[in-house]
């Protein structure tokens, strides 16, 4: 179960640490998933438009990312460790852009960052701020504490009968019983966020490169954003 959080003093923040398969520890021994909940109660929903103030942050983002900035954010530490994982696990960071890549990518294209509603824009601060991915389920979908894992041969994800099943050896994001989301890639539709959700499971995917404070960091920002609104 994720740790109880103090928003206000983000020194006192300690989120939970998930668990591994064996096989993962051994040939990935720094891979980690770090997480926290939000209950989001019955305050507004989490997919609902963004607040002026979140906009307004996500403006002043798209204004630091510009030119050299954007084009080298491939060379700073944590992008670069993540690069590093996309290619241990058989990934081409250049083709199958890495979360931060693919963000400053998206907001040279469209000429800033977008919002896209509450959580993702939340997400979005979180990733940009410290180049950390965050992700979030509705919680109450949840089987226990989420982990990584290979996933089976003609496993589904998240038990959906209209994806392709997985392959062997894919690495997912899963709970007790089922594969929720290809890491660093899609969630199965049933457990993501919506208007009804009353409690979310946020995740950050730490690798090696990456210290623990900027996980905490982007988990942290994630739900004093949340928790404020």
């Keep these: 179960m994720a740790g109880r959080v103090d928003v206000s003093s983000p020194e006192r923040f300690e989120p939970a640490l998930g668990w591994c398969a ?3 520890e051994e040939d990935l021994p720094e891979l980690r998933v770090v997480l926290t909940e939000v209950p989001v109660g019955n305050r507004v929903p989490v997919t609902i438009d963004s607040p002026k103030e979140i906009r307004d942050r996500l403006r002043d983002m798209s204004n630091r990312f510009r030119g050299a900035r954007a084009v080298g954010i491939r060379r700073e530490p ?3 460790a993540y690069r590093v994982f996309f290619r241990q696990i058989g990934l081409d960071p ?16 469209r000429g800033g960052f977008p919002s896209g509603g509450l959580l993702r824009d939340v997400l979005l ?3 940009i701020d410290t180049g950390v991915p965050v992700w979030a389920v ?3 979908s949840v089987d226990g504490p989420l982990g990584i894992r290979p996933s089976r041969e003609g496993e589904l994800l998240g038990e959906d009968p209209n994806v392709p099943a997985l392959p062997a050896g894919r690495l997912v994001i899963a709970d007790a019983s089922t594969a929720l989301g290809i890491l660093f890639g899609r969630l199965a539709p049933q457990y993501q966020a919506a208007s009804a959700t ?4 946020l995740f950050a995917v730490q690798v090696a490169g990456v210290p623990r404070l900027f996980v905490e960091e982007a988990l942290w920002t994630c739900r004093a954003a949340l928790e404020q609104v």
Excluded: F, K, S
């Design 22 to 24: 064996r096989e993962v």
């Design 94 to 109: 250049d083709v199958v852009r890495t979360p931060i890549e693919a963000a400053v990518l998206e907001r040279m294209l």
């Design 198 to 201: 009353r409690r979310l499971m």
């Design 125 to 127: 601060i979180a990733l």
């Design 138 to 140: 509705d919680a109450e």
């Design 78 to 80: 944590v992008p670069a």
